[in-house]
């Protein structure tokens, strides 16, 4: 193996370290830009935050410390160090991550949840976040033995934390469990639609083995290593009790290769390996959830065509019902619903909410990711003969709703933690209606008829979900109900009664409340749940049903009571008082620093030998606590041929980076009748600063970039001089990318990308001399059902002198850079098969998903995720100015197969052929090409 081997070595080092990023699944980017942002520390934990932060910071660290006391007894032990904590308010999403590589981080986003689902039971949102991360980073703490030995040699090297390497399940059903409180009534596993969930798998013949629960990958339910997780953890606990579960997690903790010893622990503990202890609790399962009532019963309904799978967002406009279908096969599409049918009506971008004026106009709340590392949601209207217009900018208006007179909008948003209400004119200016005190959570919300009042789903701090009314012109609430139930998505029917969803039985169903006499009629009687109810006057009811196979759109023509009952049956209170004392004394408030949580926290060996090396060395990672700053360091010595090699990366944000590289190449040249050996030292350079100028919603960029390479002629016979030929590009690149990705299409479901390119080896001294200029363009279409169509035009031109084109080959370690780039690839003909100052090369694929797999190989760490293959038809040349272009054509099939290794890497496995079409340059290949994702 040459220097490329200890590259691919290295960049696997770097994967299974990145991977733990995440324990919850979710996306660990780092902060938004920008931010003054301060630090503070307990006993136990370091808080970082943005300026204003601070009353809510301090309140986290009273949570946190309060969570590790009753905690700690189950586990045993915690963090030797500080566990780091950063408070985001850059998304508009309910999330947060935990990770204890290469040091304990918790991320929390403070946007509270505020629709019926599973994250909607909580006392307060923090609370419930940070005891769920929190219980993620004690579990994957926990160390001994052979293991505990290990982290004082080398460091927190991730193949030395054993229950990082653990099956999700077990890792989010532990969270899950540990989050809610059977006492107070809160946590998914105290929620009804939790239960709902399980009900349904165990119900209608879905129930998932341990193998597919092993890879919890796109296939519904979606959050099934949640799911099934927390309620497997809760079995084993019930069963067999916390010492049990606790002494497994412990013998578990010692394991240096944790993937091989889950079945022989679990015999130890439990007396049955986990195949057995999977069917006791599936037995377990139907004996809790066995009885239900019949989907529907007294029911007239009908099951409507919908983008299947997902929730979707729907709207109430008079008599017409309108849907945004997302399917995850095909681009998100409104359409109406009549008596003939579903009328299509446009394409739409990602979006979280929408309303439908009287004249037709549209307004949604378009979930925008900006380039910055923001999340945020603004609105946006459609006038049919106009087109669309924007009204908001980073204004985070994730709900709206048109005022009757249709000059205005009502719109919510959490900023800050805190919930309030605008009006929004048609010229974007803006005036607050509400801001809620800390603790209140505003929910979906609609206004009636005149334009004089609001009814909104509204947690109240220490309470549950309630309806209120607002009266618009004083912005006074009055309370609606007073339950311990959760009520929320409400409506005005024309009649002026209250339509919304609530889990009175259990189960979310759609109730109707007649606010003058209080009482109420149960609509629907789903098994799964019933959400986002709406009323379309003579076309009747409309709701999703959550059902074993995804939501399904159902309509109820003639509604009728299938049960009515005075609102004082539901009456109660819903206290979840805040447990945890404010910590006095905390140390003193100061500046954020990367410096204090930069520097690197392992070390690991790396060690390769092949025919021509014996390479020793050793490699390393770091990163702040805010993710902004990151960096991977390998050095090695060559042991055979006295040599160094070795790389260095560093990323600030998305916006700089910084790779440094040297390594060797090995070859041998044949002079006369006698060949030579001789060795070149590679070195590489490159400085890129992404995004120095930003359009059209991010998705124009002009980029800059540095790239300096250098190839020495370091150990050849004295017949040669020792030469170098040192390259030094500067260069700008504009790009647009507007693409989509579908969660049941492989690759990119739609869209379309472009690149231009500009360099010059003018700027600096350089061995070429001058410019560089190539493009490509990108054209995907989303065919019906899980395939694609791609289109891929590229072509550059190089001055004489520049440093020429090279074409040919599957793959040329090019493909990722945007600068120094003078290869492309030519499937069914050799590398560098054509070389010149003028290429073009054109592609043409055609892409679908064969298999959706999605399984595991028992506990082994060995599993199978989507199954897709493509048709390729390649075609390009390389050829000097002046001279005859000769026009090569290959084409070929590929295999994407996604191997997931150890429970949490998805490793796309290619494997390629390609024949080239031309009789004297073109060869039949055999490829294969393995990456790495998380």
């Known amino acids: 193996m040459g220097h490329n081997s200890l590259k691919g070595c290295f960049g696997i080092c770097l994967v299974i370290l990145f991977f733990s990023l995440s324990a919850s ?28 932060f601070q009353e809510m910071a301090r309140r986290c660290l009273a949570i946190a410390e309060g ?54 039971s909580y006392d307060e949102w923090l609370h419930l976040l940070i005891r769920h991360e929190y219980v993620h980073i004690l579990h994957m703490e926990m160390g001994r033995g052979a293991v505990n030995a290990g982290r004082k040699i080398f460091g927190r090297f991730p193949l030395l934390f054993p229950h990082v390497l653990t099956p999700v399940f077990l890792l989010e059903g532990m969270a899950v469990y540990f989050e809610s409180d059977a006492v107070a009534g809160y946590g998914r596993l105290q929620g009804s639609h939790y239960a709902a969930q399980m009900a349904l798998e165990v119900r209608n013949g879905n129930w998932k083995d341990l193998q597919e629960v092993v890879v919890p990958l796109r296939n519904w339910p979606i959050n099934k290593a949640y799911l099934y997780g927390a309620f497997f953890i809760d079995y084993l606990i019930s069963v067999y009790g916390k010492d049990a579960v606790a002494e497994f997690l412990y013998r578990q903790s010692g394991e240096l290769i944790p993937f091989f010893t889950l079945n022989f622990q679990a015999k130890r503990v439990f007396g049955k390996i986990f195949p057995a202890l999977w069917e006791d609790f599936r037995l377990a399962m139907e004996e809790r959830f066995a009885d239900g009532h019949s989907e529907g019963e007294g029911m007239e309904e009908r099951m409507l065509p919908s983008g299947n799978f997902f929730h979707q967002v729907t709207a109430v406009a008079g008599d017409d019902f309108f849907l945004v279908e997302d399917s995850g096969k095909d681009r998100r599409r409104l359409f109406r619903y009549t008596e003939k049918g579903r009328e299509p009506i446009m394409a739409l971008r990602p979006l979280s909410d929408m309303d439908v004026a009287e004249d037709g106009r549209l307004a949604v709340s378009r979930i925008l990711r900006s380039v910055d590392g923001r999340v945020f949601h603004d609105i946006f209207i459609h006038m049919p003969e106009v087109g669309w217009k924007r009204l908001t900018r980073n204004q985070r208006f994730s709900r709206v709703r048109w005022m009757p007179s249709g000059e205005s909008l009502l719109v919510s948003r959490q900023q800050a933690g805190l919930s309030e209400l605008y009006f929004l004119d048609m010229e974007g200016s803006m005036r607050l209606l509400w801001r809620g005190s800390e603790g209140d959570v505003l929910g979906a919300f609609d206004v009636d008829a005149a334009g004089e009042r609001l009814v909104a789903g509204l947690k109240r701090a220490g309470q549950g979900w309630n309806l209120e009314i607002m009266d618009l012109a004083t912005g006074g609430w009055s309370g609606l109900t007073s339950t311990p139930f959760m009520e929320n998505q409400p409506s005005f029917m024309p009649d002026g009664r209250i339509l919304f969803s609530a889990d009175y039985d259990g189960v979310y169903n759609v109730y109707v409340m007649d606010t003058e006499t209080g009482m109420l009629e149960q609509w ?10 709406g009323f379309a006057g003579n076309k009747g009811l409309y709701y999703q049903a959550y059902t074993a196979d995804g939501f399904r759109l159902m309509r109820v023509d003639h509604p009728a009571a299938l049960k009515a009952f005075p609102k004082e049956d539901v009456a ?10 404010a910590i006095e004394n905390l140390g003193s408030e100061r500046k954020y620093s990367p410096l204090q949580s930069l520097r690197p926290r392992y070390w690991f060996p790396v060690w390769l030998s092949s025919g021509e090396s014996s390479q020793l060395g050793f490699e390393t990672h770091g990163s702040d606590a805010l993710d902004r700053h990151s960096y991977g360091l390998m050095a090695a010595y060559d042991m055979k041929n006295d040599l160094v090699n070795g790389s260095l990366t560093y990323a600030c944000d998305n916006r700089w980076l910084l790779l440094l590289d040297r390594s060797h190449r090995f070859g041998e040249v044949r002079v006369g009748e006698v060949f030579w050996d001789y060795t070149i030292r590679e070195d590489r350079v490159t400085l890129q600063r992404n995004h120095l100028l930003n359009f059209f919603e991010d998705r124009l960029a002009l980029h800059g970039g540095l790239v300096h390479e250098r190839d020495t002629l370091v150990d050849a016979p004295s017949v040669f001089s020792r030469v170098s030929m040192e390259s030094n590009l500067a260069g700008m690149a504009l790009t647009f990318r507007d693409e989509e990705h579908y969660i049941h299409v492989p690759g990119i479901g739609w869209g379309f990308y472009g690149e231009l390119i500009a360099e010059s080896n003018e700027i600096l001294d350089s061995d070429y001399k001058g410019a560089v200029v190539q493009g490509a363009i990108r ?45 492309a690839v030519l499937r069914g003909y050799p590398r560098s098969v054509q070389t010149g100052n003028i290429y073009a090369a054109q592609r043409l694929s055609l892409t679908s998903m064969l298999f959706r797999v999605e ?67 073109g060869e039949d290949q055999f490829y294969t090409a393995l990456g790495f994702s998380f």
Request: no cysteine; glycine share 14%.
């Open 25 to 52: 699944r979710a996306d660990a980017l780092s902060v938004a830009w920008g931010g003054d942002w301060k630090t503070l520390k307990s006993e136990h934990f370091e808080i970082h935050f943005e300026d204003g």
């Open 67 to 120: 969570v590790h006391l009753e905690l700690l007894p189950f586990f045993g032990s915690g963090p030797v160090k500080r566990t780091h904590i950063v408070l985001s308010d850059d998304t508009d999403f309910s999330n947060g991550w935990a990770t204890v590589l290469p040091y304990g981080r918790i991320r929390l986003f403070v946007a509270a949840p505020s629709d019926p689902g599973s994250l909607e």
């Open 524 to 533: 629907t009687r789903s098994s799964g749940g019933a959400f986002s109810p």
């Open 572 to 581: 109660g209170e819903k206290i979840s008082p805040f447990l945890f004392d």
């Open 779 to 823: 054209k995907i279409w989303n065919l019906p059902g899980p395939r694609t169509l791609g289109v891929r035009l590229a072509g550059g031109y190089a001055d004489q002198e520049a440093k020429p084109f090279r074409i040919g080959g599957t793959r040329t370690g090019e493909e990722m850079r945007l600068f120094g780039r003078n290869e």
């Open 855 to 921: 399984r595991n190989w028992s506990l082994m760490p060995f599993g199978l995720g989507d199954i897709s293959g493509s048709i390729h038809v390649d075609s390009g040349s390389a050829w000097d100015e002046g001279r005859a272009m000769r026009q090569l054509t290959g084409a070929g099939l590929e295999l994407h197969v996604e191997l997931v290794l150890g429970y949490h890497f998805t490793a796309p496995l290619v494997l390629g052929y390609a024949r080239g079409l031309d009789k004297d340059l």
